[in-house]
């Protein structure tokens, strides 16, 4: 294990230190006082693991393929910008446009999550993304999402307080959403349709939900003990027929 004081130091050397490590056979490397740093992780292909004590800057894990990488704080925006694979733990709350087009891999947020979270996320061959988020989130969750699934749990949230923004879906045409709670219709984009959820469902959630559980030290029976809807597009071309001849 290999430790790295990030303290001051520039991304692209970071980076660079990073990189070197791993070419040289390091298997888990420990990043500490990392404050802004950008591009941490991008294209990384080594099943290696790194672990991050503060706030890594934009674009994390962008284009990864196959690293753990666990946070021991918040993150910013464009975290997993076209991932891959591999896995990204996130013990804190999390910026905008998280899971860009997301085309495999997992994602465990903690806390909350701002806007356009999993915008264009979708499917790769036989491989299905997967986005689980503890707390709420803000508005276009789910926005032309293709693909892969989606789980927000809603925990901790004050009284009253809505789980997720508006414009859920707009323009999703693959995936699934599952959300702990209620969502009203005109929380909605007009392509999705609202569910409850069959027993097949309730199997999947189970499944995802387990490791989550675990990581953050939650009871499953307690986070399954609520009504969960599942939001699903109404078509797989929402917007066919403006591009009909």
Do not use: W
């Amino acid at each position: 294990m290999a430790v790295i004081d990030a303290q001051g130091v520039y991304y692209r050397e970071l980076n660079q230190e990073i990189k070197g490590l791993l070419a040289k056979g390091e298997k888990e490397i420990i990043l500490n006082n990392v404050n802004g740093q950008r591009y941490i992780g991008d294209g990384l292909t080594e099943q290696a693991k790194l672990i991050i004590d503060g706030t890594p800057g934009n674009d994390l894990a962008a284009f990864g393929n196959g690293a753990e990488i666990v946070i021991n704080g918040n993150g910013q925006d464009g975290i997993a910008n076209t991932m891959n694979g591999g896995q990204i733990i996130i013990h804190g709350s999390v910026g905008d446009t998280l899971g860009y087009s997301m085309r495999g891999g997992e994602i465990y947020v903690k806390g909350d999550v701002g806007y356009r979270v999993g915008i264009h996320m979708k499917g790769y061959q036989d491989q299905q993304p997967l986005i689980i988020i503890g707390g709420g989130a803000g508005d276009f969750f789910g926005e032309y999402m293709a693909g892969g699934r989606m789980i927000l749990l809603g925990l901790n949230r004050a009284e009253g307080q809505d789980i997720v923004g508006n414009y859920v879906g707009a323009g999703m045409h693959g995936g699934v959403i599952y959300i702990r709670g209620q969502v009203e219709d005109y929380q909605i984009g007009q392509e999705v349709k609202i569910s409850g959820l069959d027993e097949d469902d309730r199997k999947e959630l189970i499944g995802y939900l387990q490791d989550y559980c675990q990581e953050f030290d939650y009871d499953l029976e307690e986070v399954l003990d609520a009504e969960f809807c599942k939001l699903e597009p109404r078509s797989a071309r929402p917007y066919g027929n403006l591009y009909a001849y």
